[in-house]
């Protein structure tokens, strides 16, 4: 049965890892929904956020297929329950249509918030779940969104040990 798998991929930053990491999952005709890459606790190492809806059994190949990767250090699954993620939105409406009643509340009641506004156009920010900002959009919609754009997921796990904890372990074995 497939459903969301979020898997966070720690490796060195080297050019090119993007794209290796990627075809692992065309090979496997694995649609990647969200992908995020920046650096972790540890200086020189990132970590790549990649959410997934596949099932169980081609997340657990596709790990080991990136744990190959000379540069992937280690690489995790977690389902929803594991995690506490966010994603950010901005919403770009025109300035004219923020002065309704209507929009202010939108805004409001969405726990959203104004970046910038110019003469012609405002910026709303939105952080939260996918639901909470795709909410958002709907709501926006009637007021003429000229501008979307959403990140992808940011996720930390609740029960990991460590990456410094990992990196430890794989040196006392070398």
Do not use: W
Request: hydrophobic letters at 40%; one cysteine or more.
């Amino acid at each position: 049965m497939k459903r969301a798998y979020t898997i966070s991929v720690f490796s060195e930053n080297t050019v090119g890892m993007l794209a290796r990491i990627c075809v692992i999952f065309t090979r496997r005709h694995i649609n990647i929904e969200s992908l995020n890459v920046s650096e972790s606790e540890i200086k020189d190492i990132y970590r790549y956020t990649i959410v997934v809806n596949t099932e169980q059994q081609q997340v657990i190949k596709v790990l080991g297929q990136l744990e190959k990767q000379v540069e992937v250090i280690k690489a995790f699954v977690h389902s929803d329950n594991e995690i506490v993620h966010q994603e950010i939105a901005l919403y770009k409406i025109r300035t004219s249509s923020f002065y309704c009643e209507a929009t202010e509340r939108v805004v409001r009641t969405n726990h959203a918030r104004i970046l910038t506004v110019d003469r012609e156009y405002m910026i709303i920010e939105k952080t939260g779940r996918y639901e909470e900002t795709e909410a958002l959009f709907n709501e926006l919609k009637p007021f003429g969104i000229l501008e979307f754009t959403r990140s992808g997921r940011v996720a930390i796990t609740k029960p990991m040990k460590e990456l410094s904890t990992y990196l430890k372990e794989l040196e006392q074995l070398n």
